[in-house]
């Protein structure tokens, strides 16, 4: 974890009291206190805050976190007058690390979940920084605080830690199936809180239909759209994520809000890639997650690539467990960003124009994969 920097405690001027025998005289800054080591800079000025070049500095020294640096100049004894001071100034170069707020999805209980009596959530915190955290979770209003596991895992992101995590609460199926009940995850962070809810309908959900559409016409060598569209699923709580052959992409990408048609729901999901990485045959495949999905299958992906030879069709099944959560420690797919509700109408636009292309897109251009990610199963006595 990056450590937070601090100011220098005290600074020190210095100077040589007789001038060696060129004429000069040698003063100097000491900075003490600050840390971390590399954090801190010097800058001489003369008296008209002109900034100058002409000076040295040492590697700080000290420990725990208590460090000490000094700097000086040259200068000729007949340049010193009490009335044109040098000037030194000590500061920390490295600000703290800003703090990143999280993306939380909350995942509903899947059918096979409920026939086994049981009502599972998942809330994912995704992204985050500083580490301290608090998930919070409420049915019908009232805060439960049994039942619920919580799971974090770092990830190092540039010169930022960032970090992930994920609580799971279990209830009965009965508490979920009342017809106004309801479940919310409150994710509490120093850069802001974040909430989800699911509710109960009582309608049978239905399962999405998913359509990865190749990229428009560009320049070579420029910046491609990659676009997954995810139409008529029901309820509307849906994850969407992007893998390039077969590892979780670096890039990031925005997946929109859901849109509400008749008693379905529909997104998006665009994908910004590298015009080489497309030409060179890259299996850039689309990862949907939904409750209707087959409790064997769990996650549907469509893959699309430029190199035909490349993509296939890979059927895979699984015999689970009575009672099972598919949980991402090891692998933090979710990098979605939510668009604007002000949006909505022009992302009701962008569905249109979608489903127009899929009429007329090329059944063969999307093949089916089917990645079933089981790193955690939980049994209920």
Known sequence: VQSESSPPTSIFAMSQCTPDSTGYVTIGCMARGFSPADSLTFKWTDYNTKELSDFVHYPAF??????????HMRVRKSELDPQKPYNCEASNSKAPPPDVRATVYLTAPTKMDL???????MCLAQRFSPKSHTF???LDGNELKKTIENYDKSEKKGS???????SILQISAEAWKKQTSKVKCEFVHKAGNEEREAEYAGKKPKKPTVFVLAPPEHKKGEPMTLTCYVKDFYPKEVFVSWLADDEPV????STSLPIQKDQTFSVYSQLTVNDSKWTNGTVFSCVVYHEAIDEKMRVLTRSITDNIEKAGVINLSM????FSVIVWLEHPLYEASDTDDSGIAN???TFVFLFLITLFYSIGA??????IFYFIYFFYS
């Open 115 to 121: 026939e086994n009596e049981t009502a599972t959530f």
């Open 160 to 166: 930022v830690t960032e970090y992930s995590a994920t």
């Open 250 to 253: 670096t890039s990031k990408y």
């Open 319 to 322: 015999n689970t467990p009575a």
């Open 347 to 349: 992302t009701a636009i």
């Open 62 to 71: 000290g420990s725990g976190g208590e460090y000490t640096k000094v700097s």
């Open 136 to 138: 919070k979770w409420f």
């Open 366 to 371: 999307t093949f089916v994969k089917v990645y």
